[in-house]
């Protein structure tokens, strides 16, 4: 007996080492792991366990400024499922039958946005009580899908101030990635043109979150957390939704009088009404237009593809701001206003006009419109006739003075660079230069130096020279305020949740041209005198608000000549400066100018009745 | 003339080996409340491990009374039913598989144990029986070649079923005995290196007969069990499939932190993220409801039983008595090593349970019976009887 003991002695031993090396390294793993690194295991078993979800915020209405909605908000049924059902095929094809979307459409919906893993996808907005109750009786054939509220903006007027406005969509990558709405995440609808763009952030409210606790099938145990959303806040604009509606008739109905005319090409153009002293946009409208409520719930690939197409002359674009045109003759007031602020003019300064003018030489010679000519006119005379002949003459005297006066005055008038109008998208326009030319052919050395008719084109609006829409009226409210810019705004108001105004929108001017009260007043001489006795009157016959304006038609190689009408009224305390530009229209007297007296009739409560009239000036 | 009782307790009763084994008991119930607690059928669950208990206490008892030495007469016979027990899941009618991975002994309907859970016992017994043949002095390479053949017998039948978890617990019982038999260092050297060629070969083979066969389940090994082998060696891999058990199961002990999230409570336990929470991750549960403390407690109860039957195998009274204990010492610190080393990443998955915490009454019953036997060889280290 003793013998196997002392045998056995040392092989004890190598027993009982090997069990307390198995548990010492037992114990040390889990020292390592429980009381090392414990705290990331408990974070990674938080990651397991806690799912947070995200609860939109009402977004805030848009009010016209007497208060009235132009875009509020309609409480609908969605349906909504979970990413995982795009693997039942049965379901899917199932589903798209009852809500009427194609099966490609569902998957394509599910698929997207990965990041919130529980985040349910809209698959349909807007369903009939039907299909919503149909869905909710069926719930065990629908394993997931769910019928959630939700809101969708509802446009009262339909396509009425489209472009202000803009549409809502959901947040594109880009736009993610731009870092410009740092809380907003994948699947968030966000404004994306307009003023639902630019004024995002107030319209967005705060989301508010959801917390659950989920089991390994990531089914929501229970609720731990939730912050209740706060709804956007209520803004009101400058636009009148009155003077909008007559405004987007008046355009449609100038485009209608350019076809009568023949001229059928025209589709597209814009019109703008400014207040003078405060830069308030009280109208703003684009041609052609689109229904925002196409964007609702996601638009259809096809109408998207529609709306862009070169044929369909691009709805969405906000040609107010967004396009830039010769201004023509439209010009001649700013040309004039330059000439007389130099002293390069005097009211007394006369031309003759032969109809063919040759001042830099006969084979640089220019036509007037009227190639009869018009023979000697002062400035006055020159304006209400828009005889080109005379610019000409003003356009040389530009040319030969040091310092591109020129330029230099249109500058200070808001053109060539962007007012700032708290619209995204706006375009900077153009006013050329010596430097602008070098550098514009840089590959054609040749075409670098300014030439005398370079300056002689610039004097008649055409050329290089580019404004907007917006441009064009801001500098008329210019020249009729006594050369103030005001930087233009659509905002007129941010509402605090009980309708009073929280922010409210400021004048602030962007330059000032000071021009002087004997200079004011030749210059409204002349622009009233275009709509009695020159170019507009045949469209402001009869009509009992004095208007000092001026025609435009301005020629676009390859197209028919755009018509244009820029003017403010009342010519003698100025309230409105109004804008209006056919695209191929025709002239600018008979099919611009209407349109501008049909906005006026109603911003000054008159009577309008539609004015057949006939120009030939350009 | 009857001895006083003092003196029969002193005697018999090993206060180790009682003290250690009641506190495991009592830790094992409470674990198995704890991890079923937030499963369906909970109360069912926790009575049928109670009822195991009960049934392993009484086999307790038996053992405890019941002469150790008798066994060693039987070695035949018992071989004979080892082989038997073995196999008897594939005797028609008498049993039953499920989900392809445990094997049950069923009559009728009626479910009787896990045949391979005494199996681990009575493997002990046979091997304890023909090393001490040997009286200590285990260096004849005939000798050698003789019990290991012997031993292979059983072995190849468990991995046969295929059972290869039971039959790495067979390997780890053989090799204690072995060592503490007289094998020589050299020769586990010799039957570690053909083990491993083994293996090889059959992983080889496997391969081979996978793409030959074209069954890609597996032929020799079980495709998961090739999948769990390589989400050891890379716990990253396919974290949504093989890996998801390893990963949860380490997040849920790594969150337990020192003093865990509280017995019944930690979101890893209550939510389901454990797989098999009450029986191979039953650990999973104990460390994040009890954390570093809990697990250091049960590593320390694991350490008194084993030193404990390490004093029983050092004052048994014959060879064949030590080699029980030492076989049984070797069954519990494998299984210990391998259940608790899976579930922190440190062993690769295999369907190992944690002695005397993993849900499961056969398990429980062959626990408590080994522990019986220990208690019959320390009553008797002074002669065949006392009484």
């Known amino acids: 007996m003793t013998t196997f003991r002392q045998l056995l002695k040392g092989r004890f031993a190598v027993l009982g080492v090997v069990v307390l090396v198995a548990l010492g390294s037992l114990t040390a793993r889990l020292w390592g792991m429980q009381v090392l690194s414990g705290s990331s295991f408990a974070a990674a078993a938080e990651g397991n366990r806690i799912r947070e979800v995200s609860l939109p915020a009402a977004r805030g209405r848009i009010l016209d400024i007497k208060g009235r909605p132009l875009v509020t908000n309609r409480p609908v049924m969605a349906v909504t499922a979970p990413a995982t059902i795009s693997q039942d095929t049965t379901l899917v094809a199932h589903l798209a039958s009852v809500i009427g979307v194609p099966v490609d459409e569902i998957t394509k919906r599910l698929a997207s946005y990965k990041a919130e893993r529980l985040a349910p996808r809209v698959l349909k907005l807007d369903v009939p009580m039907q299909t919503a109750a149909y869905l909710a009786e069926h719930s065990a054939d629908f394993p997931g899908v769910a019928v959630e509220e939700s809101a969708v903006r509802v446009y009262p007027g339909g396509s009425l101030a489209a472009h202000v406005l803009g549409y809502t969509g959901e947040i594109s990558e880009t736009q993610l990635a731009s870092g410009a709405l740092p809380d907003a995440k994948i699947g968030d609808i966000v404004g994306k043109s307009g003023v639902e763009a630019s004024y995002d952030k107030v319209l967005q409210g705060e989301k508010g979150f959801r917390r659950f606790e989920v089991d390994n099938q990531g089914r929501v145990r229970s609720v731990l957390d939730e912050g209740a959303p706060r709804a956007g806040k209520d803004i009101k604009l400058t636009i009148d939704r009155d003077v909008q509606k007559v405004t987007e008739k008046a355009l449609a109905d100038a485009i209608a009088e350019a076809h009568r005319q023949g001229f059928t090409k025209a589709k597209g153009g814009a019109a703008v009404v400014l207040d003078v002293k405060t830069g308030a946009v009280v109208a703003m409208a684009s041609a052609p237009t689109y229904d925002p409520s196409i964007f609702l719930g996601g638009i259809k690939q096809a109408t998207w593809d529609a709306l862009n197409a070169k044929s369909s002359e691009y709805p969405l674009n906000n040609r107010a701001i967004q396009a830039a045109y010769p201004p023509a003759s439209s010009f001649k007031a700013v040309v004039a206003m330059a000439g007389l602020q130099t002293g390069l003019l005097t009211p007394s300064t006369a031309f003759n006009c032969p109809g063919f003018w040759t001042g830099l030489g006969k084979q640089w010679g220019k036509w007037c419109w009227d190639h009869a000519g018009h023979g000697t006119l002062s400035l006055v005379a020159a304006i209400e006739q828009s005889c080109d002949g005379y610019f000409y003459n003003v356009g040389k005297r530009f040319y030969q003075a040091p310092g591109e006066k020129l330029q230099a005055f249109a500058r200070t008038l808001g053109l060539g660079s962007k007012l700032g109008i708290d619209l995204a998208g706006e375009v900077a326009g153009r006013v050329p230069d010596a430097a602008w030319k070098k550098a514009y052919n840089q590959n054609y050395p040749e075409y670098q130096q300014w030439l005398p008719g370079d300056t002689v084109n610039m004097a008649i609006g055409q050329g290089d020279l580019l404004v907007t829409p917006l441009q064009l009226a801001s500098a008329y409210a210019a020249l009729g305020n006594g050369g103030i810019v005001v930087r233009p705004h659509v905002l007129d108001a941010v509402l605090a949740p009980d309708g009073t105004a929280s922010v409210e929108s400021s004048v602030s001017v962007v330059s000032n041209a000071h021009l002087t009260a004997a200079n004011l007043a030749t210059l409204r001489h002349a622009l009233v005198g275009v709509t009695t006795v020159g170019t507009g009157r045949g469209s402001f016959v009869g009509f009992p608000i004095s208007v000092a304006g001026k025609t435009g038609t301005a020629q676009v190689a390859g197209k028919d000549d755009y018509a244009l009408f820029a003017c403010y009224a009342p010519a003698s305390a100025p309230r409105y400066a109004i804008v209006v530009i056919v695209e191929q229209g025709g002239h600018g007297g008979s099919v611009a100018a209407p349109a501008a007296r049909q906005i006026m009739a109603k911003l000054f409560g008159k009577k309008y009745t539609t004015i057949h009239t006939t120009d030939v000036s350009r | ?387």
């Open chain 2, 1 to 387: 003339m009857r001895a006083p009782l003092s003196r029969i307790l002193r005697d018999r009763v090993h206060l180790g080996v009682v003290l250690s084994t009641v506190a495991l008991v009592v830790f094992g119930g409470v674990m198995v409340w704890a991890a079923t607690m937030t499963m369906t059928g909970h109360a069912a669950l926790v009575q049928r491990q109670y009822l195991g208990v009960g049934i392993g206490l009484i086999a307790l008892a038996v053992m405890w009374v019941l002469d150790y030495q008798v066994l060693k007469a039987w070695t035949g016979p018992l071989m004979v039913a080892l082989s038997l027990l073995i196999i008897s899941p594939r005797i028609p009618g008498l049993g039953a598989s499920v989900s392809g991975a445990t094997s049950w002994l069923q009559i009728g309907s009626i479910r009787l144990f896990q045949p391979s859970e005494p199996a681990k016992l009575l493997f002990i017994v046979v091997m304890a029986a023909i090393i001490a043949e040997y009286g200590g002095k285990l260096d004849k390479t005939p000798d050698i070649l003789k019990v290991v053949g012997l031993a292979s017998v059983p072995l190849v039948l468990i991995l046969l079923q295929p059972d290869l978890g039971t039959g790495m617990v067979f390997v780890a019982i053989a090799s204690g005995m072995l060592l503490v038999g007289g094998m020589k260092a050299r020769w586990f050297g010799v039957f570690a290196v053909a083990g491993i060629v083994l293996v090889l070969a059959v992983f080889a083979l496997n391969s081979v007969l996978v793409t030959s066969m074209n069954k890609p389940d597996g032929v020799l090994i079980k495709s998961y069990q090739v999948d769990r082998l390589l989400v050891f060696v890379d716990p990253t891999r396919d974290p949504k499939g093989a890996g998801y058990n390893l990963q949860q199961s380490k997040i849920a002990i790594g969150s337990g932190g020192l003093t865990g999230a509280g017995l019944g409570m930690g979101s890893q336990s209550r939510l389901n993220f454990i797989p098999e929470r009450h029986t191979d991750f039953i650990f999973s549960v104990l460390g994040e409801q009890l954390g570093f403390a809990g697990a250091v407690m049960l590593l320390a109860l694991y350490l008194a039983l084993m030193a404990s039957a390490l004093s029983v195998s050092a004052s048994s009274r014959d060879l064949f008595g030590a080699l029980v204990a030492a076989g049984l010492i070797s069954m519990w610190a494998f299984q210990i090593l391998e259940n608790m080393g899976m579930t922190i990443g440190m062993m690769p998955i295999t369907g190992i349970p944690l002695p005397f915490m993993s849900y499961g009454s056969s398990f429980m019953v062959t626990n408590l019976a080994g522990v019986g036997m220990l208690l019959s060889i320390w009553s008797r280290r002074y002669g065949t009887t006392t009484t």
